[in-house]
């Protein structure tokens, strides 16, 4: 059954005006933080770009790292890995709907995180080895706004590739997922069953941005002084590392100092990525509350802050000539 059938039967019934109630109270009431989150980014975006001298370069970098063929092609690949997620089987008993979600979330990141290392070697690496961030800082823009305004503009490009592929994510299991799942199980499933199934995905984009964002900044610091080849290793090793770090501080061998130490200072100076996945909560069909999300977001603010402090002091005293 249709949308449109859903809703003439909804009206037939008498109950038509609730249900769309409550399918507005997913905007109001369960999820005003997420959408109103993204307006004020948006809007604090907009002012930066087009009010600050940084803004012109976050510009640039942005539709610079759109036109690259690998953003392409990333979009249409996570699109089409999701598609075909939507009918193959995970052999779960009955928690395909979950496993099609982690999986979906997992795709956005992959996908978003590449941009991200790619376009900040491109961008900030191989311009400063061939001498074209010398033609920009002859103008009268600092270093520190060179720095900030590509990963300013970098973080945008990942901005919208989360913002596709998330709306992406949540369509397929509105319009294809949670039904064909519903009728291998042949169980009936309401239209607001299938939006609050698709709606628990929001939180998860807002952690998944807040990762991207966070290694963003450690690529672009990175790349103030290294070249692409290791930018991409250290990145993937940061990105490894600091989902392990819980493991590492809990591990047995804590009763070894030196294994002990360096467990904790690896959790002190990388960032705790693993706060960011929710593939348990998931699993349990837990909903992501707002202020575990308003924590992460507090936590990744500072550390971007410490890191583009970093390179700034990194790229100070970077010889360009």
């Given at each position: 059954?249709?949308?449109?059938s859903?809703?003439t ?5 008498g ?18 933080w ?6 004020i ?7 930066f770009n ?9 510009r640039?970098?942005t539709?610079?790292a759109?036109r ?10 996570g ?5 075909v ?5 995970f052999?779960?008993?009955g ?6 979600i982690d999986?979906?979330l997992?795709t956005?990141?992959?996908?978003a995180?590449?941009?991200a290392?790619w376009?900040?070697s491109?961008?900030?690496?191989e311009?400063?080895e ?5 033609t920009l800082?002859?103008?009268p823009?600092?270093?520190?706004q ?8 970098i ?10 592929l998330?709306?992406?994510?949540v ?12 009728k291998?199980?042949?169980?009936e499933?309401?239209?607001?069953e299938?939006?609050a ?6 939180p998860?984009?807002a952690?998944v941005?807040?990762e ?8 672009v ?7 692409m080849?290791?930018n ?13 770090t819980?493991v ?11 294994v ?6 690896l ?19 837990t909903?992501?509350p707002?202020?575990?999300v308003?924590y992460?977001?507090?936590y ?17 005293d970077?010889d360009?000539?």
């Amino acid at each position: 059954m249709d949308l449109d059938s859903i809703r003439t039967a909804s009206l037939d019934t008498g109950v038509g005006e609730l249900t769309w109630s409550m399918v507005l109270s997913f905007f109001t009431k369960d999820y005003p933080w997420f959408f109103g989150g993204v307006a004020i980014l948006l809007a604090l975006l907009a002012l930066f770009n087009y009010y600050t001298r940084a803004g012109s370069i976050a510009r640039a970098t942005t539709k610079e790292a759109v036109r690259q063929p690998v953003f392409i092609l990333l979009l249409v690949v996570g699109t089409t890995i999701m598609l075909v997620n939507c009918y193959v089987p995970f052999f779960s008993l009955g928690e395909d709907t979950k496993m099609f979600i982690d999986c979906g979330l997992a795709t956005v990141l992959i996908s978003a995180l590449l941009v991200a290392i790619w376009t900040a070697s491109l961008s900030v690496a191989e311009e400063i080895e061939g001498k074209t961030a010398m033609t920009l800082l002859s103008k009268p823009i600092t270093r520190r706004q060179f720095i900030l305004g590509k990963y300013i503009g970098i973080t945008q490009t990942t901005l919208w590739m989360v913002l596709y592929l998330g709306t992406v994510l949540v369509c397929l299991i509105i319009f294809l997922k949670a039904g064909i799942d519903a009728k291998e199980s042949s169980k009936e499933i309401t239209q607001l069953e299938k939006l609050a199934t698709a709606f628990r995905v929001l939180p998860g984009l807002a952690l998944v941005f807040m990762e991207v964002a966070v290694m963003t900044a450690i690529s672009v610091a990175i790349s103030t002084r290294l070249p692409m080849l290791v930018n991409m290793t250290s990145c993937l090793a940061i990105f490894v590392v600091g989902h392990l770090t819980p493991v590492m501080v809990q591990t047995k061998l804590q009763e070894v100092p030196f294994v002990k130490f360096v467990a904790q200072l690896l959790a002190t100076i990388l960032p705790a990525l693993d706060n960011y996945n929710m593939s348990a909560a998931i699993a349990m069909d837990t909903k992501i509350p707002a202020d575990y999300v308003g924590y992460n977001g507090i936590y990744s603010l500072c550390y971007i802050s410490a890191i583009v402090l970093l390179a700034f002091i990194l790229f100070e005293d970077r010889d360009l000539a």
